[in-house]
């Protein structure tokens, strides 16, 4: 399996920016690293993904190392609606996503 | 426009009874996942069904699990002989034709499966 690598939780205050980590060591040169995350009692949502290159959309910042073996997604503004678990991802093989345990993010008003 | 839909919400079920759970994708996606999640866990891929090719099986648990999808619409999950490790949330997800690994993947709410 990918296997990736997140702080079991994190905390932050309203209004601040969050950097939430993973490892992704066993990464290969064509996988893409997809970041997710999933409110309480609904399915996951896409937050962003790249390859190489860092990315950024309405979301979300995604920063990806050089040697691609780590990530970091950037939330800029925490608001309460960011309270979720947030899941790196990486492929492997065809299209299937491996989730880990994932960061539990709790933002504080 | 309409997303991923999952039928039914929940189900409880005692233990050894067959179940089916039913997913819906989004028109026009050939790709489509089952996953499950166990309470406080992440989520376990389970089944992938890429258009007319042959699924990926791998993540299958045992072969009490099995998956079906007619043509590149409405899929169902069967599982018999249920256990009560089986209780999870059954997550289906749908994606364009995946010909690299970027596709987006969309997810439904879930079937809340309870064997008691």
């Known amino acids: 399996d990918a296997k990736t690598t997140q702080p079991n939780s994190m905390e932050s205050n309203e209004e601040e920016p969050v950097h939430l980590p993973c490892n992704h060591s066993t990464i290969s040169g064509t996988d893409y690293i997809h970041w997710y995350r999933q409110l309480p009692s609904q399915g996951p949502e896409y937050v962003i993904h790249g390859l190489t290159s860092n990315v950024n959309n309405r979301m979300a910042s995604l920063a990806i190392a050089e040697d691609r073996k780590s990530s970091t997604l950037i939330l800029h503004r925490a608001t309460l609606r960011d309270a979720a678990v947030y899941y790196c991802?990486?492929?492997?093989?065809?299209?299937?996503?491996?989730f880990g345990t994932g960061t539990s993010l709790t933002v504080i008003p | 426009g309409a997303g991923v839909s999952q039928s039914p919400s929940n189900k409880v079920t005692e233990k050894g009874k067959d179940v089916e759970l039913r997913c819906d994708p989004i028109s026009g996606h050939t790709a489509l996942y089952w996953y499950r999640q166990r309470l406080g866990q992440g989520l376990e891929f389970l089944i992938y069904?890429?258009?007319?090719?042959?699924?990926?099986k791998s993540g299958l648990p045992s072969d009490r699990f099995s998956a079906e999808r007619t043509g590149e619409s409405v899929s169902t999950l069967t599982i018999q002989r249920t256990q009560q490790e089986d209780s999870a949330v059954y997550l289906c997800a749908s994606s364009l034709a995946s010909g690299t690994s970027s596709n987006e993947q969309f997810f439904g709410p879930g079937t809340r499966l309870t064997v008691l």
């Open positions: 991802i990486h492929t492997r093989t065809g299209n299937q996503f491996y």
């Open positions: 069904f890429q258009g007319n090719s042959a699924p990926d």
